[in-house]
């Protein structure tokens, strides 16, 4: 590992639960665009795992340079250079994808920029197409396990534009923009990934 990769523990436990999900949900060839691509390593791993799938990693301009050290390294014909997306901010790339993916990011965004996001996924998504969203989630209005519930109330008390998102918020919001709910997928660490597919 070159020094100027970043490294984030969660992401090397998260990986490998989320790739076997991924390749059960993203089966066929297509473009993958991926949202809050953060230390890069998802993007990596993924991309070498999935060699079907054309992979986007996008994140904020800050985060950039690490993700391209991690697409440098893997040196995949099928990991493209990271874009540069600030949802609320940037142009977004040029659609049609067939998958977009997103991994903690909601919960981190506030409510302004969540909006932005489903409704940026669904001018990129292609007809059809899947959405997944990976991370913790409340039930209508009911925690799914204590510790979401603590991780809940520390990120309010960090900044009160932050928090674990509720499903069926999503889901409305989703519905706004033409996105219909296909599946709740259970996972470890009380983490769920939330698919949507563009009607």
């Given at each position: 590992m070159t020094s100027d990769k970043p490294y984030a523990p969660a992401a090397e436990q998260n990986r490998t639960p989320i790739l076997a999900q991924l390749r059960e949900q993203f089966l066929a060839y297509g473009r993958v665009l991926e949202i809050g691509a953060g230390t890069g390593q998802h993007a990596a791993h993924f991309a070498a795992a999935l060699p079907h799938l054309d992979w986007h990693p996008s994140d904020v301009v800050e985060?950039?340079?690490?993700?391209e050290a991690w697409r440098r390294d893997a040196a995949l014909p099928n990991l493209r250079p990271p874009l540069q997306l600030?949802?609320?901010?940037?142009?977004?790339?040029?659609?049609?994808?067939e998958y977009v993916y997103s991994a903690n990011t909601v919960h981190i965004m506030h409510w302004p920029a969540v909006e932005a996001l489903f409704a940026g996924v669904a001018r990129v998504l292609a007809p059809g197409g899947l959405f997944a969203l990976y991370g913790p989630f409340a039930h209508?209005?009911?925690?799914?396990a204590d510790s979401n519930a603590r991780f809940d109330r520390a990120l309010r008390a960090q900044d009160p534009g932050m928090g674990v998102r509720d499903r069926a918020d999503l889901d409305a919001l989703a519905a706004t923009h033409g996105l219909q709910p296909e599946a709740v997928i259970d996972l470890p660490a009380n983490n769920q990934i939330l698919l949507w597919r563009r009607t």
């Open positions: 985060n950039l340079p690490g993700v600030d949802v609320l901010r940037d142009a977004w790339p040029e659609g049609p994808f209508d209005g009911v925690h799914t």
